[in-house]
């Protein structure tokens, strides 16, 4: 590990000042991704700004019935919480499924955001890689690509974001609170992730300097009615081959509203709007369920170690759709 | 190089000169010649660091020895009271859930921590939402998924856990 300097967060306006003075720094959560690219190399940084004792560790209501969950809030805390599993199942079930119970434990809300690839070449400092060394090519692209994107990658970078996570917040209308040197400003989670087109180097639209202090969660009646469904290698501690958060409302037999995400297929979590378009007002049938899923994966292209993933998703979405639905295939 | 003040298995220790690219695990190794803990993968994905922090399980090797300023430890070598066995311990004993022994100390840690998780009702991927968490097998499988064992003793290790879970279940 390279040599850094290490310094505790008095508080977030220090800790955003101390960011910005040196473009060598970063900050530090619990630590369960970056102390392990610092270790791999993956990650060189100069200076590590330990943010988790900043007081952003709790989840509150607020006046407007949504949730403001604190950066700080570990994994295993949120997936707990009353107000979220009780009004946002999916995000709880999407936390449970992520990790281990130990990594759970350390993990941030605000890291699991920041987390990033597991991509096998962007991990390996020998292999060429976009993400990590830009213009040093995709090694990806005609490798093994079993985990990697079937929508929105380039040539540039395949990789998929392997939150779960994020995947349940992007379908229920997330935003994200950053704190940055002259104000704050609410970015939309959906917005918060790139794509990679070219510049794969670039994860999110954060700039340097910039802190998350919380994730907002609007007040979403059909939240309530939400799942997350997980495929994996492995029944447990595994990332995603494809995964589904979706929320659904029936009224009369017909979708009355509806929210959609993909996770491990893209660079980002993946709103499924078409899908979600196809299915508002329609009836509640598998079929008009599949027919979404094929509206919305028109737009795959899949690499060869992959292929299997269209199909796998949107067998998952229809899945899970009719578990919401109550309605049998 | 900084200064740490950690508690560890309920030994103060005021720790000058720690070079911030410590982990907790090797600081617990290699400064404090606690080697009960184990650096199996050294990336969170095995297990063998397993300790507990303030109470609750987290891989040592992924995290800082700084950011624990303050911080209570507990390490396998901190379970038993003088010659009495942590439960966790004897149970591990009773139903032999090991054979070479190097996932042992985290297993056990972990398996302290998990418990601790499934009384304060802390909900799991493949659990019913009902509040009472009942550690069936394929429950107590799901939550320890973090811990490998290279030997294959898992039959042995989910029965030792199991058979904690309902000495405390009935008494």
Redesign the interface.
Known sequence: ?N????E?AGDAAQAVAAMVADPGAMF?GG??NL??HM?LGVATPER?I?V?RLPFDRVEETPDGGVRIGANVRN?DL??HPLI?AHY?AL??AL??G?????R??ATTAGNLLQRTRCVYFQNVDTPCNKRRPGSGCSAVGGYTRYHAILGASEHCIAVHPSDMAVAMVALDATVVVLGPSDERHIPLVDFHRLPGDEPDRDTVLRHGELITAVALPALPLAAHSLYRKVRDR???AFALVSVAAALQVRDGAVADVRIAFGGVAHKPWRARRAEETLRGQPATPEQFARAADAELSSAQPQPGNAFKVKMLRNTLVATLQELAGVAA | M?ALHIAVNGVAHDLEEVD??T?LLDLLRERLHLTGSKKGC???QC?AC?VLVNG????AC???A??H?GDAVTTIEGLAVDEALHPVQAAFVEHDGFQCGYCTPGQIC?AI??LD?AR??????IGS?AGHVELDAAEI???????LCRCGAYVNIVAAIRAVARQEAES
Do not use: K, W
């Open positions: 590990m040599p850094f300097a290490y505790r530090l630590g369960t102390v392990d270790r590590l330990d988790t295993s997936a707990a599993r199942p709880s079930q449970l499924s990790a281990s119970g130990q990594l434990n350390m029944r447990s501690f | 900084d911030a690219r982990t050294d990336h969170g297990g397993t609750r399980r987290i891989n992924l995290s800082l700084l950011t300023e972990s921590g998990m998780e304060h009702g802390q909900p799991s991927y939402d499988r799901e939550r320890m998924s973090g811990n």
